[in-house]
């Protein structure tokens, strides 16, 4: 399995922004799906986007229009760019890699995860 850090989490006040990053251990070229899901206090996991090797990309529909997903290959680190944030995007927000599917989609069961990274947006 690939082994996932990330890094980037923080506090923010509502309408802010921040960027995650995940650097993989092996070449991210080589990994067919590479995605983002969040965990908040008492609610299900959520996906929220995802990136395949061809660089096409999903997202849930909380997160369309302002959350872009993107791969750096060469220096095989996973991107998560959110904008516009809201006290609903407060979760753990989790760098994962690889599935079963044949597609990338954003609710994919990845099989590797890293440890996950703090958000917290304030009102």
């Known amino acids: 399995q690939v082994q996932l850090v990330e890094s980037g989490g923080g506090s923010v006040e509502a309408g802010g922004s921040l960027r995650l990053s995940c650097a993989a251990s092996?070449?991210?070229?080589?990994?067919?799906?590479m995605g983002w899901f969040r965990q908040a206090p008492g609610k299900a996991r959520e996906g929220v986007a995802a990136i395949d090797t061809d660089g096409l990309t999903s997202y849930s529909d909380s997160v369309m229009g302002r959350f872009t997903i993107s791969k750096d290959n060469a220096k095989n680190t996973l991107y998560l760019q959110m904008n516009n944030l809201n006290p609903e995007d407060t979760a753990v927000y989790y760098c994962?890699?690889?599935?079963?599917?044949?597609?990338?989609?954003?609710?994919?069961?990845?099989?590797?995860r890293g440890q996950g990274t703090q958000v917290t947006v304030s009102s």
């Open positions: 092996r070449d991210t070229a080589s990994i067919f799906c």
């Open positions: 994962a890699a690889e599935t079963g599917d044949f597609l990338c989609p954003y609710y994919t069961d990845f099989r590797s």
